[in-house]
């Protein structure tokens, strides 16, 4: 798992010590009782003409999504103080055709003088796409959208793992649901998780899932607590509520038990999320 310094916020650190604490409850209770794009522009393949074709690049993205031409490259400002950069582009097919999507995020507009103060924990950063289908040899835009959802922390995107693949799943009712691998770290902790995509008539960010931890940095070869190691991947199953999967991590590796004891983790520790129609993302179940 590749490992990238990035503080975790303080409403994401509750959220890992909730998702710790149900791992320890299910430890208790046993007592008791195809290949897809990367962060960087992919290219993919299309059999038209027998030719390979790009997809499109960084620049043409951005361009796409706000109108605004800048110097090729992938970040750029977009007026009123607002940078835009790409983050992420994935290719798919869908009703026979092929398509690429390249998603991006920009800081929060600033407003009045802001100095140099820092960023809190909970300023994320605002998400948007721009949807391209293979047409004749060439790319067509066919939507573009700002204000897709945030994510993030301290004014900066989730940074996307590339030593995992991105994963997807088509619902009943034609819906493309992504689920792209992100990682980071805080205080001595490396952790894994999903950010969650929905593709219905357009694009929207759904959810975060955690999935994983590596306590290494911090646990001094276990002189400081028991040194735990586990990571998850994100499986989808069907909801007979919803038109929408249910997602369920399932985990391997290790966690802490008890104080200063650990265990494997196996099948009654996998975490389940739902979607909620009425938030428009995953929660928990």
Not at 41 to 68: C, E
Not at 104 to 119: F, H
Request: aromatic share 10%.
């Amino acid at each position: 798992m590749r490992t990238i310094v990035k503080a975790l916020p303080a409403f994401r650190r509750q959220y890992v010590r909730s998702a710790v604490a149900g791992l320890l409850v299910s430890t208790f209770a046993v007592m008791s009782a195809p290949e897809l794009a990367t962060a960087a522009s992919p290219a993919v393949s299309a059999h038209q003409h027998d030719a390979a074709v790009s997809a499109p690049d960084a620049a043409t993205v951005l361009k796409s999504i706000y109108n605004v031409a800048g110097d090729g490259s992938d970040s750029y400002v977009v007026g009123k103080g607002v940078t835009a950069t790409y983050w992420f582009g994935h290719a798919f097919e869908r009703d026979g055709k092929q398509y690429f999507t390249g998603f991006a995020w920009e800081t929060l507009e600033k407003q009045g003088d802001s100095g140099e103060a820092e960023a809190a924990p909970e300023a994320q950063v605002n998400l948007s796409e721009a949807t391209f289908m293979l047409s004749d040899g060439s790319w067509a835009l066919q939507h573009a959208a700002r204000d897709i959802g945030a994510m993030g922390s301290y004014e900066k995107p989730d940074e996307v793992d590339t030593d995992r693949k991105a994963v997807e799943h088509r619902t009943p009712a034609g819906k493309l649901v992504l689920a792209i691998p992100i990682a980071g770290f805080d205080r001595g902790t490396s952790y894994s998780g999903y950010d969650v995509f929905a593709l219905g008539k357009s694009w929207t960010h759904v959810g975060y899932l955690l999935a994983g931890e590596d306590n290494g940095a911090a646990c001094s070869d276990g002189e400081v607590m028991p040194c735990i190691s586990n990571l998850g991947e994100v499986t989808f199953a069907p909801d007979d509520k919803s038109d929408m999967p249910k997602l369920v991590v399932n985990f391997s590796g290790t966690t802490i038990s008890a104080p200063g004891k650990t265990r494997e983790l196996g099948a009654a520790d996998a975490a389940t999320y739902v979607y909620d129609a009425s938030k428009k993302a995953y929660e928990s179940q």
